[in-house]
């Protein structure tokens, strides 16, 4: 099955700084790519997606990029804030009739002052 | 904008004893699924849920695990025999029928203790 490995599990920024996830997958077969963010004790919330047919996407200051060769994809979120500190996980799916989120590991982001 | 809800949001349970998990997904959707988030780790997938029957299940999803949709609103996630390593937050979501893909929702979380 899928196998969605995400680095670092820990990454530490200060306010304005740019942060980088990053995510491997296994199975060629995926081809849809969420990020969800998760506060403490909260719900996971998608906050971008990118399709295979896509290399990269943006939305204001998240970003996600896609290579399909190397089978990994990435988030990049600049002028970081405050409030972008949560756990961000990444995940993959094999759309058909399932599609079952694989996630990742989790990154805990934390924003600095 | 509509959202899944979960109840309860708390469930304290002693091993040995079942417990029910109430999902109600959102109206139109067709997809449901069930998640499970043991703390400090990642969400795992439990088992999806499509035209009254199970698609699929992880490994997770043993005889001792049990999917309804009892009504038209409700998803239920049955665990009759609960172990200590149960205790997790189990998380709905669903989805609707979109063709290529379709943004799953997820609710607010139901965390089970069980003692």
Known sequence: GENVEQHPSTLSVQEGDSAVIKCTYSDSASN???WYKQELGKRPQLII???SNV????????AVT???TAKHFSLHIT?????????YFCAAIVTGTASKLTFGTGTRLQVTL | EPEV???PSHQVTQMGQEVILRCVPISNHLYFYWYRQILGQKVEF???FYNNEISEKSEIFDDQFSVERPDGSNFTLKIRSTKLEDSAMYFCA???DRGYHGEQYFGPGTRLTVT
């Open chain 1, 55 to 62: 290399g990269e996407k943006k939305d204001q200051r998240i």
């Open chain 1, 66 to 68: 896609l290579n399909k």
């Open chain 2, 5 to 7: 809800t979960q109840t």
């Open chain 1, 79 to 87: 002028e970081t804030q405050p409030e972008d500190s949560a756990v």
């Open chain 1, 32 to 34: 849809y790519f969420p």
């Open chain 2, 94 to 96: 669903s989805r609707v």
């Open chain 2, 46 to 48: 439990l088992v999806s």
């Open chain 1, 49 to 51: 997606d990118i399709r």
